[in-house]
Structures are given as structure tokens and as C-alpha cells.
């Protein structure tokens, strides 16, 4: 059959084949598709060898923190804040619970977007992380020594807590500002009344003093959907710029209803000028409750209800806010590290429009002002634009800045990053992205001195990038080497959840500070069992106090009897051990609960209601050592009323008190 | 390289290559400064030197020794160290004047707690009275030889250095002991592990396989420090032995 082919069509075949794969061959040596030979190597780091990063990716909707190291995009730890983690207890034990308490009640999950990392003159310090909580409006502190959420604050008069954490440079403040405007104060109103009654709020949430988050004041602004922000740094700190879309004010089908203006705002606050209205006593102070949790010394959680917020609207302090145009429902709001420009991605824009820091001072200076929206002076876009970025992509969302006066910008629709330099505006390089990037993060790309070499890709879509796993995928991120002319691809990784923001710092701001076991000497948990001497069980009414030791390969007591059906139990279990990377962990058949993972020296509580006689055993479920299949025990359960002696086999005495229970 | 801890003997009938100073002018006999000891310059001089004193040069080394020996009172004088797969963070414990530590907080507390699968006996600074007494036995032993020094009595550097021998013996006679006691005094009873024959006692100094544990034996920096003051000592003592028989050879010569 091939002889019957004219050769002349085989030769046109060959060398049309020889064209194509030339241009494949240029198209994919190129920058951006394929890895050549070396880049296995910028992202191997060898077995045992450490990362140079910690990255801090946000969970999205699992409501955690995932850590990984960078550049080897490996996982290596979740990190549990605003949803229940029955892998390790947390908002399940007893210290845990009161974590997840808001004025509405127990939420045991959220939508965790935006990671940001506590800063010193307007650079990640390695102390904490601040993540919000989108859907209902708090926000965390995370420690960097423990990798635990130690704190949490609900954030009052507020809805899609967004525009969120981004800190200022001292960590002063984090901010938060409603996605969804709501009626202020919260009241049953029809939702057509949405342009009377509805209003955002953005709040400055004092950060710079751990366990002591507390809410400074709250703007009162016209009900838009605030959407991200920034806060300035060098010459602009003291400000903090958020984007709004739906100036329209559109209660339904926003997606029609809330793009029909040409331009929207940047609100640019005035922090410190509000700050000065406030120390006058300017505003009202307004009667809402909401929540501060926040893990205490003895490593116990509280929650403890806080009322009154002071709240400014614009006309009680002039100067205090202004409104910048900004094309075409502006979704990032993003500082270059010197201060001096506002870029912000009108994710229907063909252009990113970069505002002047000190153009708009000079613009509010001259009254340069078009108008006013809600009382709220709207400045002239001429007056304050520096400049527009042409051809950008499509859908440009994010910004971040390497340093040495580039800017890096997400374009979600046509799935690339797009390189451009500060101040000329020209695009210099673009890479895609797979596929349709939202965030994108540099180490430290949104602080004054940016660590400039990797830029990572959050993507919003998988698709085929990995085997596939059912129509549930992992969400795809991409590392990208930005030390040289042309962006790179060098490593592709799966993430956890829908990481929305990141944050990233150079390992050694970190180290440091790692906890390796909590001092049992200063274990001052209520219910600790400080030795094995003291263990013991006791009776409160109808509460059954364990008091549980832990340590390798036992537990004490590990036999108990003499509880009845109708008791509740608390199993307060100290691990003892003061040795690093040794957990206990602690599960009883039939709990209806989760586990308990103890770190050493810690102490934590497990409540069980029984509801059938019978034996139950329980186990160390954290394989601790080679007689860790030894580390378990019994607990008898008798019906209510049966004459069964509480007793165990601790050395501590047993005592039965009458009384409630605790 | 030759040390210099010898005044050089000239070979007999010529002069000092140093020019050391006539013997006439020799040290006066009992003189807390005795000429260094130096020998003869000249063949058939007189010396007057006195083979009950010493030099200045070993009275400075023996107090320099004294005053060493002290160290061991703030600086670990021995160190276990235990290596394993599980931790490469090292775990180890220090034997000091007056304590036993971990090498890091929580190592002692680990290292008995590792201990309880063996059967051996929680290690507690509590336990052993030699503890309570070897402060004072090092600040003693310093003492005396800073007297030593300043007396210069070379029968008292003879006596001195012979107790410092001694006792440094009997140190690690009594470390040995206690070794030998946690290593092989196992409640079989309530060990978790038991192999017939096994004992765990550490090595005196050097390193041997305990299980799983490689266990590593060796002088703290104390402990170095103390071994160094106790070598200048014996230094001291030999080359006092020697410059005495010299003397005395002279006097020989010379009588």
C-alpha cells in the first residue's frame, strides 16, 4: 500500500511532520511549556534536606491552612482554624470547642481566603499568620512557634468577611470589609430595600498583641461589595485601599446587574485620620455583640462575648475616605513595595489601571474630585492615574511585585501570568497557567522587600493535569522561577481545598521559633495530671472526671469501672512525655466524637455520654513506640442506677463528690 | 619541635649557649625565686640550689593546673551521648561536679524513660551522695595546690599530685561501679525487654551497641580540662623530679 503513495507526497509529509515539530520544538524550548534539563534540580531538595520557603496556602472551603515548602511544593502540614479537624480533635475536645464559637453560635466550618503574615516595617516578621473567614466574618492569628490557630475574632456588623486579613506594615491592623452588604444594624427587612437599607462596613481589627485582637473602629460605607484590599506601606502606610464592585447596587443576578457601570471604586482610607476622629470622640458607639476566642496560657480555649463597636461614617470625619474610579468591577487591590502605586485588576477591564499614591494626595489636595457617591469625595481617574498597563490578558485579577520593579499580574480568563514593568507599563513576559489562575503569590510579593525568585499559581481549575480522581479534583498550583529574563515553569503540585491567597517567608524567619514539646511544668490546665502519681478518677454527680495519664507505652488508669449509663465522661488526658515528635493519641469504641491527638505536655478532654452497658476499650491511636499496640485499656459501663464502686487502677484516690458535675 | 619544659643542659665544659648567668651568682638557696633552676653554666662552678624548692616555672604550671581544676566545677566533667534512628536530634546526658543532666532539657528525663523497657533504674542526680562531696573535693584539690605553689616545697607537689591521682582513680573507679550497677541491676521483674545475658552498662570511655542505641562515652570539656590539669601536674612533679636529681648530682660533683 505504501508503494502505491508517490514518493513526492511522502517527501511533502516528511517535511511538512520536520516543520511541525520544529515549531513544536521552539514553542516548547521556549520559556515557557517544557522543562529542560536543569529544572528537576531548582526544585529537588534532597531527602532530609529542608526547603528554603514556608508557604502558607489558604484552604478555601476547607476552612484550614496548608503548609508546604518551597521549592519543593511538598506538603507539610494542615493546620486547622475555621472547621472542625476530627484528625487531631480540634473543635472537638474540650480546649478546642470554644474556638468555633460565634454570636451565632457553634459554626463548625468556613471559607478561609486570605493568608497574611504579620509584618515589621512592611516585611513578614515570622511571628504570626492572619486568615480570614469569609462566610461568617472572623478573623484568626495563627503561631508560628506552635502552628495553631491561638486566636479567633468575630467581626460584628459585617457579611463575607473578604476584603480580609491584609495587615498593615506594623501589623497595626487587619482589616476586614463586607463582600455582601447587609442591613445595618442586622434587622428583619425586605431585600428590596437593599439601596435605603443595605451598607458595607470595613473594620480595623487591632493585631499587633497576641490574645488581645480587638475591634478598633468600623467605617460605615455605602452598601457595595468590597472585595479585596491593601494596605499602603513607605509614604502610603496609613492608608488602606479596598476595591468595590456592584456600585450599582444590585440585589439580584449581580452578574448582569452589577457590571453595567463603567467604573467603580477604589476606597482609599485614611486609617490614621480615622484613628484621630476616634481619640475625639467622633462616631457613635454602637451596641453589638460578638465573639473573641482565644487560647489562653494553660492552652484552654475561651470564648468570651464583647459588645460595643465605635462606628464612623464618612461624614463624622472628613478626609477619612475617598473614592477612586477604577474600570470595570475591580477584584484585586495591590501597593508596590514602594508605596507609591495602587494597581488594581478590573477583572472586565482590557487594561490594569495603576493609580499615583502621591497624585492622589495632590488630586485631594486641589479638590480634584468628580462628584461624591454617598457623601464620599469621588476623585478625578485623569487626576490620580499613573498609568494603564495594555494588554494585559483577560480577567486580570492580582498583582504581585518581585523587587526589582516588576509586577506580576493573574489573568484568570486567559490563564497566564503577565510580566510587566512598574512605571513604563510594558509587558515584557506572560506564561500560562494551568488553568485560570485566581491568586498569585511571591515571597513576601506584597511587602516592602519582596524575596523575588518564585512565583506561585493558584488555579482554579484541574482538569487533566494529574490522574484523574472522579469529578472531584485537587486544585492545581504551579511554581514558576521569576530570577531570570523570561518566566519559567518549573514544578507543578497539588494543593488542598481551593487555596485562594498564599503567603510565603524564607524558612530561617521561621525556624527558630518551633515549639517542640509544651513544658509539663508549667502545664496549668485545670484537669492536668502533672505524673503518673496523681492520676486518678472522680465523680462529680453525674460527671465522671478521668484523669488520664499518657506516656510511653501506657496509660494510667487503663481499667475504670463504676460508670453508669446517664454519666457524662471526660477524659482528661495529660501526655506526660517531654520528648520531641511523640504524640499520644486517644480513641474509645463507640465515642461520638472524634479523637484526641496529644502533644507532649499537653493536656486535652474528651466528653462521652455512654448509652449502653457493656466494656469499652480505648487505644492510643498515634503509633508512639514498639509497645504502642500494648497502649490501651478498658472502661466498664454499667446501667444507670447499678451499685458498681467507681474505682480504677491509678494511684491516685478515687473521690465521689455529690453535686452537678462540672 | 622540642618542648621546652626542661631548662637546657648544656653538654659539661662549655658555656650555656643562652648565656645563663655565671654560677656565681647562683640562686641563694631556699629563695623563692630559684634562678630557674638553671644548671651550671660553667663546668666545676658551685651551685647552691636547693632540691627541696622548685623552680618558678613549675610553681606557675602547678597553679595554672589548680586553678584548671576548677573548671570542672561549672563544666560537664563526662558525657553519655546515645545515637539512634529515632533521634537524630541526639539524646545524652552529662555527669557534672555536683548534678546529672540532660544534654538537652528533657534527654535525662527521656533517657530514663527509654530506660523502663530495659528494667534499669530511673538515673537520679539524688541517688548518688558522691555528688554532694565532689565540689569540695575539687575546691579542696585546688587549694592545695595553690598552696603548693606558693610554698614551693617539692615533697608537697610530690604528696599533692599523688592524691590528684588518686582520687581521679577513684573517680573513675566509682564511675565504673555505678555503670556496671544500672547495666546489670535490672528488675527483670517489671522489664518490658528482657534478653537473656544482655546488660546495658555504658562503656567507661568509648563507645559500644546497647540495643539500639549506639552509646558514646567520652571526658566532658571539665573533664578534658581536668585531665589537662592533672597531666601539667604530673608534668610538674617529673620535671621537679629530675631538676631535684640534677641538683643533687651537682652537689655531688661539686662536694
Known amino acids: 500500500m505504501a508503494r502505491s503513495i508517490p514518493r513526492s507526497f511522502v517527501l511533502g509529509l516528511a517535511a511538512g511532520a520536520a ?72 473543635g472537638y475536645s474540650e480546649e478546642t470547642k470554644p474556638m468555633l464559637e460565634t454570636s451565632f453560635g457553634f459554626v463548625p466550618w468556613d471559607d478561609a481566603h486570605h493568608p497574611q503574615l504579620s509584618q515589621t516595617d512592611g516585611v513578614p516578621d515570622g511571628r504570626w499568620l492572619f486568615i480570614n473567614a469569609n462566610n461568617t466574618p472572623r478573623i484568626a492569628r495563627i503561631s508560628l512557634a506552635t502552628f495553631e490557630t491561638e486566636e479567633i475574632i468575630e467581626i460584628p456588623q459585617s457579611a463575607g468577611n473578604h476584603a480580609s486579613p491584609f495587615i498593615t506594615e506594623n501589623s497595626e491592623y487587619v482589616v476586614a470589609a463586607t463582600r455582601f452588604s447587609v442591613p445595618v444594624p442586622q434587622r428583619d427587612i425586605s431585600i428590596a430595600d437593599y439601596k435605603a437599607a443595605f451598607k458595607g462596613t470595613i473594620t480595623f481589627i487591632r ?368 501526655n506526660l512525655e517531654q520528648d520531641w515528635d511523640i504524640p499520644h493519641g486517644f480513641a474509645a469504641m463507640g465515642v461520638e466524637n472524634a479523637e484526641l491527638l496529644i502533644m507532649p505536655g499537653e493536656t486535652r478532654t474528651l466528653t462521652w455520654v455512654p448509652k449502653q452497658p457493656g466494656v469499652y476499650p480505648f487505644y492510643c491511636t498515634d503509633f508512639c513506640s514498639a509497645l504502642h499496640q500494648e497502649m490501651q485499656g478498658y472502661v466498664r459501663v454499667s446501667p444507670a442506677g447499678a451499685n458498681v464502686p467507681l474505682t480504677s487502677n491509678a494511684p491516685g484516690q478515687v473521690r465521689v463528690a455529690a453535686g452537678g458535675g462540672r | ?94 555527669i557534672r561536679v555536683n548534678t546529672i543532666t540532660g544534654v538537652k532539657p528533657n534527654d535525662l528525663q527521656n533517657i530514663n524513660n527509654l530506660n523502663h523497657y530495659i528494667g534499669m533504674k530511673a538515673i537520679a542526680p539524688e541517688d548518688f551522695p558522691e555528688l554532694g562531696v565532689m565540689p569540695w573535693i575539687v575546691v579542696g584539690l585546688s587549694i592545695m595546690g595553690l598552696v603548693v605553689a606558693v610554698l614551693g616545697r617539692r615533697r608537697l607537689l610530690y604528696a599533692w599530685v599523688a592524691v590528684l591521682m588518686l582520687l581521679a582513680l577513684a573517680g573513675l573507679a566509682d564511675f565504673y561501679r555505678w555503670a556496671y550497677d544500672y547495666g546489670h541491676n535490672l528488675d527483670h521483674e517489671r522489664a518490658i525487654i528482657k534478653i537473656p545475658g544482655m546488660s546495658y552498662q555504658p562503656p567507661l570511655i568509648g563507645s559500644k551497641q546497647l540495643l539500639n542505641f549506639r552509646a558514646h562515652s567520652w571526658p566532658g570539656a571539665g573533664g578534658w580540662i581536668a585531665i589537662a590539669a592533672g597531666a601539667l601536674a604530673a608534668l610538674a612533679a617529673a620535671r621537679e623530679l629530675i631538676l631535684a636529681r640534677r641538683l643533687r648530682g651537682a652537689a655531688k660533683e661539686a662536694g
Open chain 1, 207 to 574: 493585631a499587633n498583641e497576641p490574645g488581645k485582637m480587638d475591634i478598633a473602629f468600623q467605617l460605615l460605607v455605602p452598601g457595595y461589595d468590597y472585595d479585596l484590599a491593601s494596605a499602603g506601606k513607605g509614604p502610603s502606610h496609613g492608608w488602606a485601599f479596598f476595591t468595590s464592585y456592584n456600585t450599582e447596587q444590585a440585589n439580584t443576578l449581580l452578574e448582569i446587574n452589577a457590571s453595567q457601570n463603567d467604573k467603580d471604586f477604589i476606597a482609599a482610607v485614611n486609617w490614621k485620620r480615622a484613628e484621630e476622629c476616634v481619640a475625639q470622640g467622633r462616631g457613635r458607639q454602637v451596641a453589638v455583640s460578638y465573639v473573641h476566642n482565644h487560647i489562653g496560657e494553660d492552652r484552654v480555649a475561651r470564648s468570651e462575648r464583647k459588645s460595643g463597636v465605635r462606628v464612623l461614617e464618612p461624614a463624622d470625619c472628613d478626609g477619612m475616605i475617598y473614592f477612586l474610579p477604577t474600570p470595570k468591577s475591580p477584584h484585586g487591590v495591590d501597593v508596590d513595595p514602594s508605596g507609591e502605586y495602587i494597581v488594581a485588576g478590573g477583572k472586565l477591564a482590557t487594561v490594569i489601571p495603576v493609580h499615583s499614591f502621591s497624585k492622589m494626595l495632590a488630586a485631594i489636595e486641589a479638590k480634584a474630585f468628580e462628584g461624591e457617591a454617598d457623601g464620599i469625595p469621588v476623585l478625578r481617574y485623569d487626576a490620580i492615574i499613573a498609568g494603564e498597563v495594555q494588554n494585559p490578558g483577560l480577567g486580570p485579577l492580582h498583582t504581585q511585585f518581585d523587587g526589582n520593579g516588576y509586577a506580576y499580574t493573574s489573568a484568570f480568563l486567559s490563564s497566564e501570568i503577565v510580566k510587566w514593568k512598574v512605571g513604563t507599563w510594558e509587558v515584557v513576559d506572560r506564561i500560562p497557567t494551568y488553568y485560570s489562575i485566581g491568586h498569585l503569590m511571591i515571597p513576601g510579593g506584597d511587602s516592602r522587600k519582596p524575596w523575588g525568585r518564585y512565583v506561585i499559581a493558584l488555579n482554579k481549575i484541574t482538569k487533566d493535569r494529574y490522574l484523574p480522581t472522579g469529578p472531584e479534583l485537587v486544585h492545581a498550583a504551579q511554581l514558576i522561577d521569576i530570577t531570570g529574563e523570561r518566566m519559567k515553569l518549573l514544578l507543578d503540585f497539588p494543593t488542598m481545598g481551593e487555596p485562594h491567597y498564599a503567603q510565603a517567608l524564607p524558612a530561617e524567619l521561621v525556624v527558630p521559633r518551633s515549639v517542640r514539646v509544651f513544658d509539663i511544668q508549667k502545664n496549668t490546665h485545670p484537669y492536668a495530671t502533672r505524673s503518673e502519681a496523681d492520676a486518678r478518677v472522680e465523680r462529680v454527680g453525674n460527671t465522671v472526671h478521668v484523669y488520664m495519664t499518657a506516656i510511653r507505652s501506657h496509660f494510667t488508669p487503663d481499667n475504670i469501672e463504676g460508670i453508669r449509663v446517664g454519666d457524662t465522661v471526660k477524659f482528661h488526658i495529660t
Open chain 1, 19 to 90: 516543520v511541525a515539530a520544529f515549531a513544536y520544538a521552539c514553542q516548547t524550548t521556549g520559556s515557557h511549556g517544557a522543562l529542560d534539563g536543569d529544572v528537576a534540580s531548582r526544585v529537588y531538595v534532597a531527602p532530609g534536606e529542608h526547603d528554603e520557603f514556608y508557604a502558607f496556602l489558604s484552604g478555601g472551603f476547607n476552612g484550614q491552612v496548608s503548609v508546604y515548602g518551597l521549592p519543593s511544593g511538598r506538603l507539610l502540614k494542615i493546620i486547622p482554624v475555621f472547621s472542625q479537624n476530627p484528625e487531631n480533635g480540634w
Open chain 2, 1 to 94: 619541635m622540642t618542648v621546652q619544659w626542661l631548662p637546657g643542659r648544656p653538654p659539661s665544659g662549655r658555656a650555656a649557649p643562652d648565656g645563663a648567668p655565671p654560677a656565681a651568682l647562683g640562686p641563694p638557696a631556699g629563695a623563692g625565686d630559684a634562678a630557674d633552676g638553671r644548671p651550671p653554666a660553667r663546668a666545676g662552678a658551685v651551685v647552691a640550689g636547693d632540691a627541696r624548692v622548685m623552680s618558678a616555672t613549675t610553681r606557675i604550671g602547678v597553679a595554672a593546673a589548680a586553678l584548671a581544676l576548677l573548671a570542672a566545677l561549672v563544666l560537664p566533667l563526662w558525657r553519655i551521648e546515645l545515637e539512634a534512628p529515632q533521634y537524630p536530634e541526639g539524646l545524652g546526658m552529662e
